[in-house]
Nanobody, 123 residues
Framework: QVQLVESGGGLVQPGGSLRLSCAVS????????MGWFRQAPGKEREFVGS????????EYGNSVKGRFTISRDNAKNTVYLQMDSLTPEDTAVYYC????????????????WGQGTQVTVSS
């Protein structure tokens, strides 16, 4: 059974940092590109970033470039999203997802999703 479980969300002040984790099970992480997406209330889902199977190729959404970093540890079956210089506009539910194939920002090409973790940036 394929499972993706996000953790690490919470309340953080503007300018602060958080690191999200996505623990996967039920499949071999090495074989898949992984992505992070987010959705704020009343807004469409937004691409955050994507990382290929061995971490050599990364792609980020324009709104997070230079502030967020994706990494992965295939041996630990975990993907990470380091978020720095957070602003209130980063407030959203963050999701990790699995994609067979190359890095992509097209959410509909990801075939499995986690339940999400809430990130709230507020003073």
């Amino acid at each position: 059974q394929v499972q993706l479980v996000e953790s690490g969300g919470g309340l953080v002040q503007p300018g602060g940092s958080l690191r999200l984790s996505c623990a996967v099970s039920g499949f071999t992480l090495d074989y898949y590109t992984m992505g992070w997406f987010r959705q704020a209330p009343g807004k469409e889902r937004e691409f955050v970033g994507s990382i290929d199977w061995n971490g050599d190729v990364l792609e980020y959404g324009n709104s997070v470039k230079g502030r967020f970093t994706i990494s992965r540890d295939n041996a630990k079956n975990t993907v990470y999203l380091q978020m720095d210089s957070l602003t209130p506009e980063d407030t959203a539910v963050y999701y990790c997802a699995r994609r067979p194939g190359y890095v992509s920002g097209r959410g509909w090409t990801y075939d499995s999703w986690g339940q999400g973790t809430q990130v709230t940036v507020s003073s």
